[in-house]
């Protein structure tokens, strides 16, 4: 009877053991996707013409993107939800030079976050 006692003690130890060392690796590993991530941030600035990239069902432009010109074709660049950013759905098709941070999502849809702007006549 002691035997079976000891045996699952130890088996209760050894499983604690194992579930502290789990948990305390779980937020490094979070901690270095974070990381990464915001090493692959960077500051920008982009002139190019205000387009709509996305409309609600009444028709009200909810999300802009912003194209540029490269020689014969365009890249563009998601304009990301944020009040600065939200400042350009009343331009649509106006020119702008815009700074923020450039980002890219995991389908490489290259993001920017506007920290400012201003229409180009």
Known sequence: MLRAFYHNLGVGVFCAVV?????MSAPLSA????AATASEEKE??????????AID???AVIAVEIWVEQGDAYDYFLVNDSPKGNELLGHVGSRTTLSGILEEDEDGNKIVTVKS???VK
């Not at 579930?19 to 948990?23: K, P, V």
């Not at 901690?31 to 974070?34: A, K, L, N, R, T």
């Not at 920008?44 to 990239?53: L, M, P, Q, R, Y």
Request: aromatic content about 12%.
């Open 117 to 119: 702007f201003a229409i």
């Open 31 to 34: 901690f270095g996707e974070d």
């Open 44 to 53: 920008v600035t982009i002139t190019g013409s205000i387009e709509k990239a």
């Open 19 to 23: 579930f502290s060392i789990l948990s």
């Open 57 to 59: 069902e009444k028709g």
